[in-house]
């Protein structure tokens, strides 16, 4: 009976927590952007549907031949969105309401890298007289995005054991070993908003385009043991 009292007695005794400390790194790379996303909408009208994508299909390949003689290549334009809805008319309080004709659209994604980053303004503008209606949000991207994500961790974890050996040593105590990380990541590419359509004087000059810089953001949250 003694000795389970006693093997009761220690398992039942709490024990002591590790101490630990908890801080948060960041990291921060900055770099020049080399290629530009760029939403392209073709939208037109017709009295039929097939007339109304006729017309969207033959502008749109007015704005594709265009593309190609700035020497954009096929793999970097994606069809995003490609519709025919029928326009009705509510001012007669009809139901159903009459059609009064059709709407064709077709989106696409265009992608420019490097040296051709210069002529997307120059684009934009020739692009509104082959058929362009509106442009979507520019996109600035850099084609080595995860490398650069990796050197602002490792940027991160760093700022993140200074902090602990700074705490540490302040209050009398060492680092040990490493009990939790966990990091995220901001940044990357960035959105300009604009929409830019075919109201717009197509006979203006081409509207300048600002790459300026790209700025990526990490943080990691690690908790070292303290000895």
């Not at 039929?48 to 299909?57: D, G, H, L, R, Y």
Request: neutral net charge; proline residues 4%.
């Amino acid at each position: 009976m003694m000795l389970f009292a006693s093997a009761l007695s220690q398992q039942t005794e709490p024990r002591e927590r590790a101490r630990t400390v908890s801080v948060r790194g960041e990291g921060f790379v900055k770099t020049a952007p080399d290629q530009i996303r760029l939403s392209v909408q073709v939208n037109t009208r017709g009295e039929s549907a097939s007339a109304a994508m006729s017309q969207a299909s033959a502008k749109t390949r007015a704005v594709l031949a265009l593309l190609k003689n700035y020497g954009v290549e096929e793999k970097e334009i994606q069809t995003s969105h490609v519709n025919v809805s029928p326009i009705l008319d509510y001012s007669k309080n009809i139901q159903p309401p009459p059609i009064l004709g059709y709407n064709g659209s077709n989106d696409f994604s265009v992608v420019f890298k490097g040296k051709m980053m210069d002529n997307v303004g120059d684009f934009m503008d020739k692009a509104v007289k082959a058929g362009a209606t509106s442009f979507g949000g520019l996109q600035y991207e850099n084609s080595k995005q995860r490398e650069l994500e990796r050197d602002a961790l490792k940027k991160a974890a760093s700022d993140a054991q200074a902090r602990a050996d700074v705490l540490a040593k302040e209050l009398g105590a060492t680092l040990g070993r490493v009990m939790t990380i966990s990091e995220s990541v901001g940044g990357g590419p960035m959105p300009m908003p604009m929409m830019r359509t075919a109201m717009m004087d197509a006979s203006s000059s081409a509207a300048p385009i600002m790459t300026g810089e790209l700025s990526i953001s990490t943080q990691v949250d690690v908790v070292f043991e303290l000895k």
